[in-house]
């Protein structure tokens, strides 16, 4: 036995006010959104699970990878001969090497000295006379080009020398 | 067993449900706006989560969710709901259509009621859902649920009788 049955059914004539007809719009493309995305929708609408390639981002992280790993080539192939001079040189190119293949060789290298400082004279450990410390920077270039394709590749990094001169008593 | 219904499926669900749905969320926030912003969210995430339109429980639930997280996000707007829902107690009319002046007395008895009476009262009358579903919820019993909606209906028929 229900006390309130007289009471329910006037709560049920109470209608609520209708939902903005627009609701059911947003709701239908945010549906179509999830789609889009891939996301489940209880089969409402069709899923698109397929896989789909970022190729731009594939592409720019090949072209990155293919960088450093020729980078890191031409650092180990680097000259370590440098020239102790504190003004401008400009050395003769390296003659390329004479072995042809596909790949890079070195072919020349600059360096330019933009200042110089002297540091003093200083006596270093087990030395019988001071020397003088001179410290300059410079900005050093490496070229380097495919002899079989005739693509060239320049790296430019800032350097820094230390120059120890003896210094004679006299 | 696979839930799969078909678009026209899901027009029909929503226009069923819909007015129900709305009416609960309105519970939480003030204006019919943020109501219908909270079902528009609760029944996208409802359906991408493949859950069956059978279990409206759950539905409610999830506009629940949806609507506590609002007022969670939004820690002013939630300052501002609770001032505005105890404000709506007293003064708002509810979200109903009236044909008299004796449903508009029922309509502000109904505003009178304790929150946690009045979204069991909205879950049964208008959405029709069981004692069960609106236990699973509102994350309560059946039993406390029921018990709600007698002490629900107990004042409701004793603030309607009085204002009569």
Redesign the interface.
């Known amino acids: 036995m229900n006390d309130?049955s007289e009471?329910?059914a006037?709560?049920?004539?109470?209608?609520?006010?209708?939902?903005?007809s627009e609701?059911?719009a947003?709701?239908e493309q945010?549906?179509s959104e999830?789609a889009g995305r891939g996301?489940?929708?209880?089969?409402?609408?069709p899923k698109r699970r397929s896989f789909r390639p970022n190729w731009i981002a594939l592409g720019l992280g090949l072209a990155a990878a293919a960088t450093f790993l020729l980078l890191a080539r031409v650092n180990v192939d680097k000259p370590s001969s440098k020239s102790a001079g504190l003004a401008l040189i400009t050395p003769a190119p390296v003659a390329p090497v004479a072995r042809v293949d596909d790949s890079f060789v070195p072919s020349a290298l600059t360096q330019v000295v933009y200042d110089t400082k002297d540091e003093g004279l200083h006596f270093t450990q087990g030395a019988d006379q001071p020397v003088r410390r001179l410290r300059s920077r410079k900005r050093e270039t490496m070229h380097w080009n495919n002899p079989q394709t005739g693509a060239s590749l320049s790296v430019s990094y800032p350097a820094e020398e230390v120059t120890l001169l003896p210094v004679s008593g006299q | 067993m696979?839930?799969?219904?078909?678009?026209e499926?899901?027009?029909v669900c929503?226009?069923e449900l819909?007015?129900?749905l709305?009416?609960f969320a309105r519970q939480f926030v003030r204006t019919?706006a943020d109501a219908?912003d909270i079902?528009?969210?609760a029944?996208?995430r409802?359906?991408?989560?493949?859950?069956s339109?059978e279990n409206r429980g759950l539905l409610y639930a999830t506009v629940r969710s949806v609507a506590l997280d609002l007022l969670r996000r939004d820690i002013r707007r939630a300052r501002r709901e609770a001032v505005a829902s105890l404000d709506m107690e007293q003064t708002t009319e509810p979200?109903?259509?009236?044909?008299d002046g004796?449903?508009r007395e029922?309509?502000v008895a109904?505003d009178l009621l304790p929150v946690e009476q009045r979204e069991v009262?909205v879950m049964k009358?208008?959405s029709e859902l069981t004692f069960a579903e609106i236990g699973a919820a509102l994350e309560i019993s059946q039993n406390t649920a029921a018990s709600r909606y007698?002490y629900a209906?107990?004042s409701?028929?004793k603030n309607?009788v009085a204002h009569e």
């Open positions: 309130f009471l329910e006037e709560l049920k004539k109470l209608r609520p006010r209708p939902v903005a609701l059911a947003r709701i945010g549906l999830a996301i489940a929708t209880a089969g409402v609408l | 696979e839930n799969v219904v078909t678009h499926d899901w027009k929503f226009s819909a007015p129900g709305v009416l019919s219908e079902v528009q969210d029944f996208v409802f359906w991408r989560k493949e859950h339109i979200q109903f259509d009236f044909d004796s449903q029922l309509a109904l009262l009358i208008w007698r209906l107990a409701l028929k309607f």
